[in-house]
């Protein structure tokens, strides 16, 4: 029987644990989430997943057709949980989403996988305060996750299963492991975001340094709304800030998450008051419902970001003192898409662990 240990409480890691945990029912005898992190933490610039604003809109372009795979997947999830598992803390909405003429139609409004979709007329478009001459428009149906309320709902059906939950402090290099827990793990999943840059240093440089911070910052009001608003191409008329752009998703109990921008390389973990206000008075211009909007929360995050996008692989690494290699199945550098992609990533790291557990990933599967 196999121990198995993953690194990481956010999204991923707790997702991927969950997935390995049902698909390796019979192989794993002992399942392991470590982290320095979990649900309920808000101390952690660069622990991304509270502040994330957790919905469905794919980002992956046509061209990319193993991140569309892992998007169809999780949004499939995501949907039947909505349905039915009101303790996960997801809820349906109408995505409204806008972007420029200039861009063409998401792979998911193309081929029709989503739900509801609908294309908004020009009269629709101008009710938003955009010019169709500029601007289209679509909608569809779209989820909004409570982070901390999802990731808890995911750790309760992790324990319910028999793994443990264990907090410690953030490791200097992956191979740490091995004298933290005392024992060389059958499997390590490396689900440690933008710590993998540090973790990864000393065993392997190249793709440590891939790896790099992508600045966001959110506005928390109590407003609510019966949608969901995203708006990619801000108007040149609106004088965003630069890599501005509008979103905002309503949480299933009250309220709105407001952003955003998209700072790559910036580690700066302020909230800018500037951006703030921004936020804000574009939100009001384009959302006429938002009357006036009441703020309890701003903060700024880092979403773990990738030179080449996310890395889902299999590594092995010398242990120089003990001999032999630690087998690591990496699922890092998603950047903002990691609740949206979370279950089609799980899943391909069971295929990577195929390689160090007896046994093979059940597929399909049911969670």
């Known amino acids: 029987m196999s121990k198995v240990v993953v690194i990481g409480g956010g999204v991923s890691g707790l997702t991927t644990a969950l997935c390995l945990q049902k698909q390796f029912k019979d192989a794993i005898s002992e399942l392991t989430v470590l982290a320095a992190e979990f649900p309920g933490d808000y101390h952690a610039a660069d622990y991304t997943s509270p502040w994330a604003g957790a919905d469905w809109a794919s980002f992956a372009k ?3 057709p193993d991140q569309i795979r892992r998007d169809k997947l999780t949004y499939d999830v995501l949907i039947r949980l909505a349905d039915s598992e009101p303790a996960a803390g997801i809820k ?6 806008f972007r420029s003429r200039s861009e063409p139609l998401p792979w ?4 029709r996988f989503v739900q509801g979709i609908r294309i908004y007329s020009a009269d629709e478009i101008r009710a938003s305060n955009l010019d169709p001459a500029e601007m289209q428009g679509f909608e569809f149906t779209s989820v909004t996750i409570t982070p901390t309320r999802y990731n808890s709902y995911l750790i309760s059906r992790l324990t319910a299963g028999g793994a443990t939950i264990r907090r410690t402090k953030k490791l200097d290099s992956i191979t740490d492991i091995v004298a933290l827990l005392g024992y060389v793990p059958t499997l390590v999943v490396n ?3 933008l710590s993998a840059g540090k973790l990864l240093r000393d065993v392997d440089p190249v793709e440590a340094a891939k790896v790099f911070p992508v600045k966001g910052q959110i506005v928390q009001i109590y407003e609510d709304l019966p949608f969901q608003v ?3 191409d801000l108007p040149a008329e609106d004088n965003p800030l630069p890599n501005q752009f509008l979103n905002i998703f309503p949480r299933v109990e009250g309220g709105c998450i407001v952003g955003g921008i998209v700072g790559k390389y910036d580690g700066s973990r302020d909230v800018d008051p500037e951006l703030s206000e921004s936020i804000l008075r574009i939100a009001k211009k384009h959302v006429p419902e938002l009357k006036s909007t009441t703020v309890y929360n701003s903060y700024a995050a880092l979403r773990p970001g990738r030179e080449g996008g996310v890395r889902i692989g299999y590594s092995e690494y010398p242990l120089a003192n003990r001999g032999g290699v630690l087998k690591v199945v990496h699922n890092y550098g998603i950047a903002g898409a990691g609740y949206q992609s979370s279950y089609g ?8 662990a195929t390689r160090a557990l007896n046994g093979r990933s059940k597929c399909p599967f049911k969670l």
């Open 62 to 64: 046509d061209s990319e």
């Open 92 to 97: 349906k909405y109408p995505l409204k989403f």
């Open 108 to 111: 998911y409004i193309k081929q």
């Open 191 to 193: 689900c440690t975001g």
């Open 230 to 232: 995203i708006i990619e």
């Open 345 to 352: 990533s799980a899943i391909e790291v069971c295929g990577y």
